[in-house]
């Protein structure tokens, strides 16, 4: 390929002969300018700064002799005077006669000269008056003045010489630092101008190298080109193909010179959008042939009667997409389509006033299984479930049922026919008995949880259908007897109730709505009140609403927390107003939720509510469940430390209907261990039960910790747990829950004899 020419090169000599002639112009322009610059930088260095000098030197030389002789009129030092004076003096003569070389008899220079014979004259006639022995010193004086007179008239002289030989010094320096920037200036445009004519003539010599490269290359495009190119005349016959398409074809199984299988066969419906479009003369659109498929764009050469095309295997793009589309709506692990596509079914259905039943499925003690196997292995067994939940599924025919994963340990089915309850039944048997027979990773065997709803009844769009399903699929969740739900209006009803409760939980928790009664704790040995338990009550419009009802709720939608902050904080100002009434032996025990518990501030919450109340630590005990120590072992241990170096107490609430590890009990320093009401209800009548709550007791006391008993209500049991060695009791029998005065006033009468023998 021939990439250079004559006249190219032509144009490139003439440049660079233009280049050698602007800067033969510079540099002569630049000889010139330099030989000025050191001809004014010679008479600037010779001339002109010496006589500056000079006349500086003169003008301080006069102002030293008239220094000397005030000095001399002084000190009377002739030695001193006489070694330093005549030196000035000649120093100033010697000056004088220097400018008289370089400038001439001029008038300022005579002057000097005149003046300076006066001085000289009447400088000694003043020493010669100070030298004798009969100095006048009023002469003295007015010779000094003279003296002064004559410098003052000489100076304006010297001063004119001195600013105009300081102007000479300036016009020098600025016709120096002239020549000088229009050196560089001219240095810098040649410079500029050959960068930008070099720049030319390599953006020149680039283009014409691409040109030709371009053109070379566009030849053999159709021919190098990887994808299939193929030209069709105004009756669709192949005009030219590319060797590409022999390869393809081959792909295909097809005769190598069918290079119409390659194209679309519709092809005749986008050539008819091309044609009947003014504005376009080309289409993008993509096809499958089964083995590959291909984009096309296909153009219209009106000028050549003719169609152009140009196909691109896509194939393997295609696979990423179908691959990325596949991810995006099926879950990886299992194979099921996620939450979005469920939603789109239930909407479909909905709009197409389809009666259908939806179904949520829940994986039965996954925490548990997740504490026992690992986070792991549990993911395995979802997988696996998920998997068995498809088999099934497609068991009963894909036409009529779907499955979809929607969560962690969740799952959905959705039916696209009515189910009625007992055809629910049956399906949740059907699936359970698959289940039963599969064991899965570690051998684990799966329970779940069933919650059903149908549409229309239960809902007519996906949010409200899915709402019914939870609650359906959450009362079956709760129960221990019962592993699926349909849903119905009645828990509907329970369900919006709940919701309603919430709403005014939040009120009422801002509004600070709450009371605090206290049930008093009894020492079973000396008779005395040695504390309280703190419980909450809730009024809502007029009626008392259970702390077996809220309390729950407030756990499950995040509201415990500040609840819980405010029973503490208030909990422990009432217990300093009872310190400050008389009432230093009370312990006010207040129950802390897991939730609580587990927060990275809690301790820093109870240190700072015992520093605002000004309660000493001793009198709050903190009951904690079972459940909280359990988990997260080592930050409960520090967490306890922490609590009981404040000074704390510490007990176990409804102990015995938990884990009830004694390995627990030796790790943590608790105080009190709470023997649970459920086993002291029927402690006179089951032996059973009897035999728990000894157990407890001996376990408690070979701790070294204190043991107290709740729900005692009758004589005979407060009988039978003082001779098992129980410590403390609390329940009706005793007192019931009492409002704040109450409770005092309970004390307070109680401190009696008489109140206290009759009350016992």
């Known amino acids: 390929m021939n990439i250079t020419n004559k006249p190219s090169f032509t144009l490139i000599n003439f440049i660079f002969v233009l280049i050698f002639i602007l800067g033969v112009l510079v540099s002569g322009f630049i000889f010139y300018t330099g030989d ?3 001809e004014n930088t010679r008479g600037l260095i010779t001339k002109k700064l010496p006589t500056y000098d000079l006349l500086r030197e003169i003008n301080n030389s006069i102002t030293e002799q008239e220094r000397f002789l005030y000095e001399y009129y002084a000190t009377e030092d002739e030695i001193k005077f006489s070694e330093h004076y005549l030196q000035i003096k000649q120093k100033t003569h010697n000056s004088l006669s220097a400018l008289f070389v370089k ?10 000269l005149e003046q300076l014979a006066t001085l000289d004259l009447i400088s000694e006639q003043f020493v010669t008056n100070i030298h004798s022995p009969e100095t006048n010193w009023q002469l003295a004086r007015k010779q000094l003045q003279k003296i002064s007179q004559i410098r003052e008239t000489v100076m304006p002289e010297l001063q004119h010489l001195i600013e105009l030989t300081r102007n000479n010094v300036k016009r020098s320096e600025n016709s120096i630092t002239r020549g000088l920037g229009q050196i560089s200036f001219f240095v810098m445009f040649y410079g500029f101008v050959t960068l930008l004519i070099v720049y030319s003539v390599i953006r020149a010599w680039k283009a014409y190298l691409l040109s030709n490269a371009n053109s070379e290359r566009l030849s053999l495009f159709p021919k190098r080109n990887p994808n299939p190119v193929i030209s069709l005349d105004i009756h669709n016959q192949v005009t030219y193909s590319n060797p590409a398409c022999k390869r393809f074809l081959e792909q295909l199984g097809k005769p190598s010179e069918q290079a119409t299988a390659l194209l679309a066969t519709n092809l005749d419906y986008y050539q008819q959008l091309v044609l009947s479009d003014e504005n376009t003369d080309s289409l993008l659109f993509e096809y499958d042939t089964g083995a590959v498929y291909f984009q096309c764009e296909l153009h219209w050469l009106a000028d050549q009667m003719q169609w152009d095309i140009h196909l691109t295997d896509i194939t393997a793009r295609r696979d990423v997409e179908k691959e990325l589309e596949y991810r995006a709506t099926h879950d990886p692990e299992t194979g099921l389509k996620k939450r979005y596509e469920l939603e789109k079914a239930v909407d479909e259905l909905s709009l197409a006033k389809t009666p259908f039943s939806l179904g949520l499925l829940e994986i039965r003690s996954y925490s548990q299984l997740i504490s026992r196997s690992g986070l792991t292995a549990a993911s395995t067994v979802v997988k696996e479930v998920g998997v068995s939940i498809q088999h099934i599924i497609n068991g009963l025919g894909a036409d009529y049922f779907e ?12 039916s696209v026919h009515y189910l009625s309850k007992p055809q629910i039944e049956q399906l949740i048997e059907y699936i359970e008995q698959k289940l039963a027979a599969t064991i899965f990773h570690c051998q684990y065997r799966v329970k779940l949880d069933f919650g059903f709803a149908c549409s229309p009844e239960h809902g007519a769009n996906y949010t409200e259908l899915l709402l019914s399903a939870m609650a359906a699929l959450d009362k079956s969740a709760r129960s221990d007897n019962k ?62 609403i259970s702390p077996a009802e809220f309390i729950p709720l407030a756990e499950t939608s995040g509201l415990i927390v500040n609840l819980g902050d405010w029973i503490l904080s208030q909990a422990c100002h009432k217990a300093r107003q009872m310190f400050d009434l008389g009432l230093h032996d009370l312990v006010i025990a207040v129950n802390i939720s897991p939730i609580q518990f587990a927060r990275a501030d809690f301790l820093h919450k109870v240190t ?40 704390v107490k510490l007990s176990i609430d409804d102990f015995g209907t938990g884990y009830s590890s004694l390995s627990y009990l030796k790790k943590f320093q608790i105080d009190k261990l709470k023997i649970d009401q459920s086993f002291v209800r029927h402690i006179q009548t089951e032996a059973a039960d009897q ?49 704040e005065n109450d409770f005092i006033k309970f004390v307070t009468d109680y401190q009696s004899e008489d109140y206290r023998a009759e009350k016992l």
């Open 36 to 38: 000025q610059i050191v």
């Open 103 to 112: 400038f001439g008899a001029i008038a300022p220079l005579k002057t000097t």
């Open 403 to 414: 499955a979809y994963r929607v969560g962690e340990k969740n799952f959905a089915l959705i």
């Open 483 to 544: 592993n699926h739900v349909v849903f119905t209006p009645e828990l509907g009803a329970k369900l919006q109730y709940q919701q309603q409760l919430v709403e005014d939980l939040k009120t009422a928790i801002d509004l600070k709505q709450f009371e605090l009664y206290f049930q008093p704790q009894l020492c079973l040995l000396n008779k005395k009140i040695v504390g309280a338990e703190v419980l909450i009550r809730w009024q809502r419009n007029g009626q008392w």
């Open 608 to 647: 700072q509510v015992l520093k605002e109340a000004n309660l000493p630590a001793k009198h709050l005990e903190l009951e904690i469940t079972e459940g909280v120590i359990i988990y997260n072992e080592q930050e409960t241990i520090d967490t306890i430390e922490q609590l009981k170096k404040l000074g």
């Open 691 to 739: 035999s728990i709550v000894k157990t407890i007791i001996e376990l408690g006391r070979n701790l070294e910790l204190k043991l107290i008993a709740e729900g005692v209500e009758e004589l005979e049991q407060l009988s039978l747990l003082k001779s098992m060695g129980c410590d403390e009791i609390q329940g009706y029998y005793f007192s019931r829950p009492l409002a």
